[in-house]
């Protein structure tokens, strides 16, 4: 990205919204603050982000509802999603796993903790952004991969979640697999196209 990353945050409690505005001022974003998912929803077509930080419990739309949103739609299943949340239930986690969440902050927040996260998750844009102009090439050269190595249909899934740069944690709550099953599938990933390591599988689909 050559400007600056364009950062939405989504938050009902305009105290915490300009808490967090303060708290990621010193990266230089172009950030956005709105008080609702369906106001974010609303303007995405306009100023469309390159990551988003969204509380998880919001009236009308939560977290989650933001996030299946996001997720579901092919224009914006590529932007990363960071959740703020105070719940610190696992059931939560894995239910913001299964709407398309990229990554969790617990609140309160520490200013140093949310800036270490959104530079991770804007590294992760930019992976999504080659991933997703290989997969638009004419030759759609990573379907023809898949198909000359033979990948089952669950190691596609685990190969897509491996590349978006998902823990064995991750992708376990995502598919409903033991994280043992998800090491499996990687370990006939590698072998089925000739990888070595993660790092081989990306840059065999970049």
């Known amino acids: ?20 505005r303060i708290q990621l001022q010193p990266e230089g974003y172009e950030l956005a603050l709105v ?11 306009d100023e469309p982000p390159d990551l988003v930080i969204c509380d998880l419990m919001m009236p009308e739309l939560d977290g989650y509802a933001v996030s299946r949103a996001l ?20 059931d939560a986690i894995v239910q913001g796993l299964e709407a ?60 897509e979640l491996l590349l978006l740069g998902r823990t064995h944690e991750d992708i376990a709550h995502v598919l409903g697999i033991s ?7 990687q370990s006939n990933l590698l072998v089925k196209l000739g990888a070595e390591s993660r790092l081989d599988l990306m840059r065999l689909f970049l």
Not at 71 to 90: F, G, N, Q, S
Not at 179 to 185: P, V
């Open 179 to 185: 994280e043992r099953t998800s090491k499996f599938h």
């Open 71 to 90: 997720k579901a739609d092919p224009e914006w299943r590529y932007v990363p999603i960071i959740l703020l949340t105070a719940l610190d239930a696992r």
């Open 100 to 159: 398309g969440a990229d990554e969790f902050v617990s609140k309160p927040v520490e200013g140093a903790v949310l800036r270490a996260r959104a530079r991770s998750m804007l590294r992760v844009r930019r992976t999504y952004e080659q991933l997703r102009a290989c997969a638009l090439q004419p030759e759609d050269r990573r379907t023809e991969i898949m198909v000359q190595a033979r990948l089952t249909e669950r190691e596609r899934e685990v190969l």
């Open 1 to 20: 990205m050559t400007r600056a990353p364009r950062v939405l945050v989504i938050d009902d409690d305009p105290a915490a919204l300009q808490i967090t």
């Open 35 to 45: 008080n609702s998912g369906v106001a974010a929803l609303d303007r995405l077509s």
